[in-house]
């Protein structure tokens, strides 16, 4: 008989978490004005707002936070880093930053203008938010299929060639680079293959322009790689990474997603003027070159972190994972981007809440609701999180709403997965008698669904 699969770590530290009564909850979550970002963290039994900087370190990051350097200038564990990502980007220059939205920050500080155009594949909220307040536009190239929750594509996360042709042909002059976001959190955890980075660079090249990779989860994506693309299944994921990266200029990173660490980012280029540039808004923004916004016992631990994460047993047992709650909620007939994200399943929420009209926000009521059963926190990427139009200050109704069920890295084991897929089937049974939603008592201008106050109507 075939050994079943199970985790490549055991567990060495834990830390106790407590169910709460329903009552409990209502109670919370009237109080945190239906907003699950306003609740407190112990008001929550699985926590699955996000994957970043919730993921659980290793005995060797741990060990290596010991060895950490904090000279202000030309600290040891700043070259440790600095080693690690030469060798595993094959990328020349590094400038450590607090997050991956600061090494947006800083790059864009020196390359992003008014009236420029940045085409790439979903551009994430800050990294669109980056180029939108230097009066720039975010160009979103995404192969149309990403929108069909349903159907089945090895990767949906890619560039559209024909897409990027034509923006190239029509703004050439006025961009400064293109961004590609690998894995495509928007469009649901999706990869990109190597085929599409290869046709992205010949675009690239023909018109003279260089690729950044926003590389929050470069390995996830080099584990689809090597999973799903034709010719790659032999290869390492170390090898495949220093392929992706070989097809690119540069890249942002928030390393509080595969660099497995809590706190921290970077960005990395093979360009010394790209260096040159961007360190002029380090120091001010970030810090001094060495550490930017990071201590030398994170650069020690995230050294360790991307090395760890690069190897295959690890990214193995992390999307096994994602893939287990995902065969769970098929089970329950349960709709979601299909296939499976490397991150995270987006429930689609208009498939769901059939009777809650869109101007009452379904995926935030699914999100209320499956922490009502069962004090499960996920997300709302839907209608809230889209913002108003900035000319008509009407919703954007016109993307997807779904509710983010994100896992964070060797946190939960598959007795969580179980729990969240059957309160998540206990809301979906009873989802046509969920007529009504929510009405927006307070909004922010920008980026509303973190501060939002709602009613339940
Ligand atoms: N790029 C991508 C693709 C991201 O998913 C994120 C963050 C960032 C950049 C910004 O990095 O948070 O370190 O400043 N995503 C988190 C999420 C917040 O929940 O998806 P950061």
Redesign the pocket.
Known sequence: MELPFAESWKIKMVEPIRKSTREEREQWIREAHYNVFQLRSEQVYIDCI?D?GTGAMSDRQWAAMMLGDESYAGAKSFFHLKEVINRLTGFEYVIPTH????AENVLFSHLVKEGDVVPGNSH?D??KGHIESRKATALDCTIDEAKDTQLELPFKGNVDPAKLEKALAEHAENIPFIIV?ITN?TAGGQPVSMQNLREVRAIADRYGKRVVL?S?RFAENAYFIKTREEGYSDRSIKEIVAEMFSLADGMTM?A??DGIVNMG?FIATRHEDWYEGAKRFCIPFEGYLTYGGMNGRDMEALAVGLDENTEFDNLDTRIRQVQYLAARLDEFGIPYQRPAGGHAIFVDASKILTNVPKEEFPAQTLTIELYLEAGIRGCEIGYILADRDPVTRENRFGGLDLLRL?VPRRVYTNNHMDVIAVALKNVFDRREEITRGVRIAWEAELMRHFTVKLERL
């Open positions: 996000t970043s997050q991956g939205r600061a994430f800050t990294t976001t959190n926003d929050a928030s509080k997603k980012g994100c």
